[in-house]
């Protein structure tokens, strides 16, 4: 059976369990180290998300600048399509989110 939450009495041991969800110090350890990994990719995520939202944005300003359209739906529906494709319904949403996050809601 898993245990949703860990209370901690002041026991270091505990304390990492409260923070790793296990008593077990190896287990703990390694959970430690993908976490560290996680955040690694997280503040990388986070990073791309702003640099891409940027340059959708400059694009955007520079198309309608020049007299064109503030949308481009065919370039919408292949960024929809091509994270649809790798990454299934999540894509969809996330590709969603990442046009949004560019373009400003519709």
Known sequence: MMTDVVESSGDPTDA??????????AA???????????DEIDRTLIALWQERAALSQEVGVTRMASGGTRLVLS????ILERFRAELGADGTQLALLLLRAGRGPL
């Not at 703990?28 to 996680?38: H, T």
């Not at 370039?75 to 292949?78: D, F, G, I, K, L």
């Open 16 to 25: 990492a369990a409260a923070r790793t969800g296990t008593g077990d110090s």
């Open 28 to 38: 703990a350890e390694r959970i430690g180290e993908i976490r560290r990994r996680i």
């Open 75 to 78: 370039r919408e529906r292949e």
